[in-house]
C-alpha cells in the first residue's frame, strides 16, 4: 500500500468477512504490537440509542476543560477518516496509510491460524489505538461500541468508566430477543473495579446490570439515582439542561 485510497480499499475489502464476534482476533493484534491500548485513557460507550449523542456531548465537555480527547465512532457522517478523531479532526491520511500497513501483516497472520482473518470494524479498532497511543496522545479516548457489547472489538480496551445509555430491541438475530438477552450482551462491557454509568430504567435491564457489577466487584450510577438532569430546553439551536449527581463523603 502506497496511498490512504489504496489502504482504505483494502480494509473495505474486508467486509464481506462480516460479523464475527469474539475478542480472540483483536487481543491477537494488540499483543502482537505491544499492546498499546495500555497506554490510553479510555471511556468505552455502549447501549442501544443515543451512543453517538453521548460521544459527542462528552467530548464537547472534556474539550472545554480543557482536555485533548480522542473519539472512535461508527457510522461516519460525511467521511470515513473521522471515524478516528481529536476533538473534531480526523485522522489524516499519512497517519491512516501508516498504521494500516502496520496491521495488515497481521490480518495475514491471523487468515492462516483457526482464528481466520479479521473484520474491517476489527482492524480499524486497532489502527485507531495505534493512532491514539504512537501518534496523537490524547488525554482521553471514547470509544463507540460498534454492536453489542460483550464480544465488540472496542471491549478490548482498558476504559476506565463504561456508559451503556439504554437497552432496547436491535440486532436480535446477534444480541437476542428479549431485554435481559440483550443487556446481558451489553453488560459485556463491564470490567472488574471499572464503575459503569446508566440512564437505563427498565428494571429487568437493570436487574442485569446489578448482578454484573457485583459480579465485578464495582459500582452502578444510574439516572434518577445517583444523578439527575432537569431544565432540559431543546431549540433549534441546541438544546441545555442542568446536571446533578450526590456525592458520597466518607463519615
Known sequence: MNTYEEA???LHSLVPLGIKPGLERVNYMLDALGNPERS??????GGTNGKGSTVTFLRYMMNEAGLE???FTSPYITHFRERISVNGHSIPKEDFLEYAAAVKPLTEQLATTPLGAPTEF???TVIAALYFAKKAYPDVVIWEVG????FDSTTAMHPMVSVITNV???HQHILGETIPEIAKEK??????GVPLITC????EALAIFKETVEQNRTKMYTLGKEFFINNNNEAETGSSFSFFFYVQTLP
Open 122 to 124: 476489527e482492524v480499524l
Open 8 to 10: 482504505k480499499e483494502w
Open 168 to 170: 432496547g430491541h436491535d
Open 69 to 71: 480527547v480522542g473519539t
Open 187 to 192: 453488560a459485556g462491557i463491564v470490567k472488574s
Open 40 to 45: 490510553i485513557k479510555s471511556i468505552q460507550v
Open 200 to 203: 437505563e430504567d427498565k428494571p
Open 147 to 150: 454492536l453489542g457489547g460483550r
